[in-house]
T-cell receptor, first 115, second 114 residues
Framework: NAGVTQTPKFQVLKTGQSMTLQCAQD?????MYWYRQDPGMGLRLIYY???????DKGEVPNGYNVSRLNKREFSLRLESAAPSQTSVYFC??????????????FGSGTRLTVV | AQSVTQLDSQVPVFEEAPVELRCNYS??????LFWYVQYPNQGLQLLLK??????LVESINGFEAEFNKSQTSFHLRKPSVHISDTAEYFC????????????FGTGTKLQVIP
C-alpha cells in the first residue's frame, strides 16, 4: 500500500548511544518532515526537507541530524541519545501544486525510550 | 507567529451524544486548515481539510468543521458519536500556498463513554 514507512517501530537506547530512524515514502512527494510527539505538547517539528537536496531546522532540532538521501528517503539521526529524547517520532510527507495534495501523510511512528 | 490553539485537552462524551472540539487559529495560518485523527498507537490520519470555497467541510465518517473567519475558528463537530470515535484529534494550519510547513495544535482527546 502507498504511504510512509518508518523503521524501527520500537527502540530502547542507553544514554550516549546513537541510532538512525529511517523513513521512506512512495507517493512521489517533494516534502518530508520529522516530528516528535510528547504528552500535552502535541507535535513539534524537528527537521524538514522541502525538496530533495534541502534540509532545514524546525522547532526542536538540538541533538538531531537529518539526511535527505533521495526523493523517497529522509532519515533522522540521534548522535548521542539523552533521556529527554524519549518520545514518539513521526515521519510525514506532503506534495504540493494541486489541491488534493494538501495535507500530510504520516508514518506509524517510532517509540523511542532512552534509559 | 503562527499558532493553532485547541482549548480542551480532553473531552468526555456519552455515546450517541453530539460533540464539538474547539480550534482557534491566528490570522497568519488562515489559508489552509486541517483536522487529523490519531487512534491509539497509530500515526495521524487526515480527517478533513479546508482549502477554499465552502466554509463547511465534511469527512466520510460524519464529522464536519466550519471555517469561521470572523471568529478565527475551525471547530470540529459530530451530531452523534460512536465508541469507535475515541481518539486524539489535532487541529492544524498553514499559510503556505506551495511548500507546506504546518503548525499543529496540542490535541484533544475524545473519550466516548458507553
Amino acid at each position: 500500500n502507498a504511504g510512509v514507512t518508518q523503521t524501527p517501530k520500537f527502540q530502547v537506547l542507553k544514554t550516549g548511544q546513537s541510532m538512525t530512524l529511517q523513513c521512506a515514502q512512495d507517493m512521489n512527494h517533494n516534502s518530508m518532515y520529522w516530528y516528535r510527539q510528547d504528552p500535552g505538547m502535541g507535535l513539534r517539528l524537528i527537521y524538514y526537507s522541502a525538496s530533495e537536496g534541502t534540509t532545514d531546522k524546525g522547532e526542536v532540532p538540538n541533538g538531531y541530524n537529518v539526511s535527505r538521501l533521495n526523493k523517497r528517503e529522509f532519515s533522522l539521526r540521534l548522535e548521542s541519545a539523552a533521556p529527554s529524547q524519549t518520545s514518539v517520532y513521526f515521519c510525514a510527507s506532503s506534495g504540493f501544486g494541486t489541491e488534493h495534495n494538501y495535507g500530510y501523510t504520516f508514518g506509524s511512528g517510532t517509540r523511542l525510550t532512552v534509559v | 507567529a503562527q499558532s493553532v490553539t485547541q482549548l480542551d485537552s480532553q473531552v468526555p462524551v456519552f455515546e450517541e451524544a453530539p460533540v464539538e472540539l474547539r480550534c482557534n487559529y491566528s490570522s497568519s495560518v488562515s489559508v489552509y486548515l486541517f483536522w487529523y485523527v490519531q487512534y491509539p498507537n497509530q500515526g495521524l490520519q487526515l480527517l478533513l481539510k479546508y482549502l477554499s470555497g465552502s466554509t463547511l467541510v465534511e469527512s466520510i465518517n460524519g464529522f464536519e468543521a466550519e471555517f469561521n473567519k470572523s471568529q478565527t475558528s475551525f471547530h470540529l463537530r459530530k451530531p452523534s458519536v460512536h465508541i469507535s470515535d475515541t481518539a486524539e484529534y489535532f487541529c492544524a494550519g498553514t499559510n503556505s500556498g506551495g511548500y507546506q510547513k504546518v503548525t499543529f495544535g496540542t490535541g484533544t482527546k475524545l473519550q466516548v463513554i458507553p
